[in-house]
């Protein structure tokens, strides 16, 4: 490992003006390829204190061996030159957007006599017209067959050509009318190119003039009484209309636009471009990416500007460029773009209308090709087994952990506060023993404290398993090692504060508002016993009861994962120690830097970004962040709708309902006699009795206030306020 201080130009040295930058290993190989509009400052920039460097910024500067730059005299040349070496050089620690695919475009062949339509994918050849990408090749014939009805252009190979050109016959599209059969000279070369440019100009969206202009001629050979003819045109202006229909019209406005949207993480990055010509989808494509260097939002739309245009020219630049978030310097990628292009383009973000919801509908792509390229990564056996053999080697474990069991805290500014838990096996989410708590030892917002009641209460019940099996060492009981009230419950007894404590079954109730995850992650009552047998897909045997039914809390891990850094570790350890609990190991994983904090350590576990140990990290820690703010939403969700009728017994939604409709809202209801009440159909004297009883105890809501206006609203539905 280098020190950067060991080649760090002299001060003076580097100088204040635009340019761009190569990092160079100890073997001459770039590593790194940069721009700046000042060489001085950004350079500074890499040789500060390795503390306060990004630990990607750290590693590529420690694996460098010297540095040179060179100056340029505008940022666009700048670019220029940055996109050049990319290209040319390759270096590791530069974002390189990898296509998930191979996509194929509509091509037509513009450089030979007889210009040819054809699908074509790879490197983009001098002289073709490219319509797409698309995402199927199928997608492309389709498009393809309605269109050589009107623009009957070849489509043969080279080799089919010439053969028919010689046998004087060509071939089966040229019987059936779907190619104008140059090889044999049906057509001239000069009528045959023309074709080729209607179709070329129809694909590219001019559309409304030709339809219009086939119309008009339908009509007119209507009225000369030509029918066939009309007939004909007719077909070929339902023909063009079809294959109109497979691109949506998303903007009304008939844009030329490239819309570019960003899912990131702090691993990985997901690109998805929509194409859109003449108001329609024309083209969609993605990229994803290692986030091999420090860079944000920003800087990833700027790569992908790169990626996208570097090579094109002329109309394959849009107009107008849709983005996420700006570049550093947009007025330099805008100019070098409008250089691309010969005209000018716009750089901006949508800020309303058709063009942001069009953005949005690019973002969700981007986010799903995302998960879907995690999905994949995560699926493969090998890929999951090196994840876990690297874990253990980072956190100095004997073997590796098969378990992990992760932990995190979800709360609303203090309210509503809960916790989740989640099961990986084999580096595979076991959904079905995912448990949900309520933090109910103290009030108020503290994520240490509350870190400590959850892993005290999870291994709590573990021990008292232990116990109720015979499986408990006798020496644990003498050091007290279950405290707590709940050390005496009757075995399998539940606890109270336990939220979902037994894997829901196919029988259990969805929670309000909780999302599916696959199975069905629902609140068990406390008092209803154990639930149904567990989850619908077929999993390997787990500890059961005698009666057959899943066990509570029964495995522990071989390691204990929590959503935070030094404070909610240490706490993790300390309940585990009350317990008498020695043999689970406890990690944290601290968002920000994605940081592995071990117990009683003052330096955190970095392993490398391209790390599998650390992605199975971070998708268990996310799992665990996403369980968690599920299940608060919903409680916050439940809370907001409960009503003072909830209190009384045997009062059905039903009723409820029947009761707000009469009066109008729980407020007038308050000021009903029980023999107003009475008179609504279905509630008789005593339970008129309980809703005045209920009602009254209920302690008046505190008004909301619009923050606007400042005025008090009032209550004007079951509970809520509007």
């Not at 580096?427 to 108020?444: M, V």
Request: charged share 30%; glycine share 8%.
């Amino acid at each position: 490992m280098a020190d950067p201080s060991s080649y760090r130009p002299k001060p003076g040295q580097i100088p204040d003006s635009p340019g761009v930058y190569k990092f160079r290993d100890e073997h001459r190989r770039v590593i790194y390829v940069g721009k700046a509009k000042s060489l001085r400052q950004r350079l500074a920039n890499y040789f500060q204190d390795l503390a306060g460097l990004h630990p990607r910024t750290r590693s590529m500067v420690t694996t460098a061996a010297s540095v040179e730059w060179t100056v340029v005299s505008t940022e666009v040349e700048a670019l220029q030159l940055e996109y050049s070496w990319i290209k040319e050089f390759d270096p590791r620690f530069n974002v390189k957007y990898r296509d998930d695919k191979s996509y194929p475009y509509l091509a037509v062949t513009l450089n030979e006599e007889f210009p040819r339509v054809q699908v074509m994918r790879g490197a983009k050849k001098k002289g073709v017209r490219y319509f797409g990408p698309y995402g199927h090749a199928w997608a492309i014939r389709e498009t393809v067959d309605l269109m050589l009805r009107v623009f009957p252009v070849r489509t043969c190979s080279a080799g089919v050509f010439k053969n028919a050109a010689r046998t004087g016959r060509p071939c089966l599209l040229g019987y059936i009318g779907k190619c104008s059969a140059p090889c044999v000279g049906r057509v001239t070369p000069e009528e045959h190119r023309e074709l080729a440019d209607d179709f070329c100009d129809f694909m590219a969206g001019r559309t409304g003039a030709y339809i219009r202009r086939l119309e008009k001629e339908m009509t007119a050979a209507a009225e000369e009484m030509e029918y066939e003819r009309a007939a004909r045109l007719r077909d070929d202006v339902g023909a063009l209309k079809r294959a109109m229909e497979k691109s949506a019209v998303v903007l009304a406005d008939a844009t030329d636009a490239d819309l570019i949207a960003v899912a990131e993480d702090e691993l990985e990055a997901a690109v998805q471009i929509f194409h859109v010509r003449g108001g329609r989808v024309r083209g969609q494509r993605g990229w994803v990416t290692d986030k091999v260097e420090n860079v944000d939002t920003a800087g990833l739309v700027e790569h992908a500007l790169q990626q996208l245009y570097g090579e094109e020219t002329g109309d394959s630049v849009p107009k107008e460029v849709l983005v996420p978030a700006l570049p550093e310097d947009p007025e330099a990628v805008s100019q070098w773009l409008a250089g691309r292009r010969g005209s000018q383009v716009s750089l901006r973000i949508p800020q309303r209308g058709d063009k942001k919801d069009l953005m949005a509908t690019v973002q969700r792509n981007a986010q799903q090709a995302l998960g879907l390229h995690k999905t994949k990564r995560a699926s493969d056996l090998t890929t999951r087994s090196r994840a876990l053999e690297e874990i253990a080697e980072a956190l100095g474990l004997d073997t590796a952990p098969l378990r992990i069991e992760c932990f995190d805290i979800s709360h609303l500014q203090g309210d509503d506060v809960v916790a989740s838990m989640v099961v990986f096996e084999d580096g595979l989410a076991r959904k079905g023993e995912y448990r949900r708590f309520q933090i109910k030892g103290f009030e108020g917002q503290d994520d240490v404290r509350s870190m400590h009641e959850v892993i005290s209460r999870r291994f709590r019940r573990y021990l008292q398993e232990k116990e109720r099996t015979g499986e408990w060492e006798e020496g644990a009981a003498a050091t007290g090692a279950v405290p707590g009230p709940t050390a005496a419950a009757p075995p399998g007894a539940a606890d109270p504060a336990v939220v979902g404590a037994v894997p829901p079954g196919p029988e259990a109730i969805t929670a309000p508002g909780a999302e599916a995850v696959g199975v069905r992650e629902a609140a068990a009552p406390a008092s209803a016993g154990p639930a149904p047998a567990g989850p619908v897909d077929a999993e390997p045997a787990e500890p059961r009861e005698d009666d057959g039914r899943p066990k509570r809390f029964a495995y522990p891990p071989q390691l204990l994962v929590v959503d935070g850094g030094q404070p909610q570790v240490a706490a993790a350890k300390r309940a585990l120690d009350e317990l008498g609990i020695d043999d689970i190991a406890v990690c944290g994983l601290a968002k920000r830097l994605e940081e592995v904090w071990l117990p009683d350590d003052d330096d955190p576990v970095v392993l490398p970004r391209s790390s599998e140990g650390l992605y199975l990290l971070q998708r268990v820690r996310d799992e665990a962040h996403r369980f968690a703010i599920t299940y608060q939403r919903a409680k916050r969700a439940k809370r907001i709708r409960s009503s003072p009728l909830d209190a009384v017994a045997g009062l059905g939604e039903t009723r409820k309902q029947a009761l707000i409709k009469h009066f109008g809202s729980v407020k007038k209801l308050k000021q009903a006699t029980i023999d107003e009440i009475c008179a609504v159909p279905g509630i008789g004297r005593r339970t008129a009795e309980s809703v005045a009883v209920a009602l009254a105890a209920a302690a008046p809501a505190t008004p909301a206030v619009n923050t606007a206006t400042g005025e008090i609203i009032e209550e004007d539905d079951g509970g809520s306020t509007t």
